[in-house]
């Protein structure tokens, strides 16, 4: 197995080291999944979910040319290899798909509520869908689901668990939680499932909220999100590419 680098060597340790001060010095306590009173803005984004939903509902008519989430973001594959785990991407850590906000302005406009945004995209689960356990990669952001197309069902058929905690989503309703607490995530209806996901800078005092800062502007840098930004070009050229030329033969 190779060696990280000297340089992947020091920033895995300035993570450990922020995820430490991020546990301590919290304004919101560390729970694995929250009470939305905390985050008084979340009632607003409820308020106008109807309006996502609306700027969603075309983007499934071409469901199956949007990106598998794996396509975009390599480290992915440890956890989804296949093609019933979609995306729709807005912005991720400082770099933003223009062609994808045109689609999206309500929704873009409804995000900039959100103190701290860092990530906004249409999550879509497909029928069958299975996230197996895993934990994400950093405890200095919390994790928004609002959800948007969330089919009847029960727990055991569709659902999320964080840490040891079981939650249904809720069409119109956000479910916030620390997705470096182990979860998972299942479909196992016959319906897609859609929410959108939101990672949101976690409020800290100083001096963890200095250095998740550092971090998370830091983040635009590496590896795996200068790949995903590739791929998200490259996706993006076939998919508006594709939509001309259909207008085209239609015309």
Not at 80 to 97: E, I, N, P, R, V
Not at 139 to 152: A, D, F, K, S, Y
Not at 170 to 180: N, Q, S, Y
Request: proline share 7%; net charge positive.
């Amino acid at each position: 197995m190779e060696r990280p680098s000297r340089v992947t060597r020091f920033f895995m340790a300035m993570v450990a080291m922020a995820e430490r001060l991020n546990l301590r010095y919290s304004k919101v306590g560390n729970p694995p999944v929250y009470d939305t009173a905390s985050f008084p803005w979340a009632r607003e984004i409820e308020k106008d979910w109807h309006r996502i939903r609306a700027e969603l509902e075309p983007l499934l008519v071409r469901q199956k040319d949007l990106p598998s989430f794996h396509e975009l973001s390599g480290d992915v594959k440890t956890i989804s290899a296949d093609s019933a785990w979609k995306t729709f991407f807005l912005t991720g850590y400082g770099l933003s798909s223009e062609r994808n906000i045109a689609q999206c302005p309500d929704t873009w406009r409804i995000m900039q509520r959100i103190p701290g945004l860092k990530t906004a995209m249409f999550s879509i689960f497909e029928p069958g869908k299975h996230l197996p356990p895993h934990r994400g990669p950093y405890n200095g952001v919390l994790r928004l689901h609002l959800g948007l197309i969330v089919p009847q069902a029960p727990a055991e058929k569709l659902a999320i668990r964080v840490d040891r905690q079981t939650c249904q989503w809720e069409e119109g309703k956000v479910l916030i939680f620390d997705d470096a607490y182990e979860h998972e995530a299942w479909n196992h209806t016959d319906r897609t499932r859609v929410v959108l996901f939101v990672d949101f800078v976690k409020p800290l005092r100083f001096p963890a909220r200095l250095v998740n800062w550092l971090l998370l502007n830091l983040a635009v840098f590496t590896p795996f999100i200068r790949e995903g930004a590739d791929n998200q070009k490259a996706w993006e050229k076939r998919f508006y590419e594709q939509a001309e030329a259909l207008r085209n033969r239609r015309g």
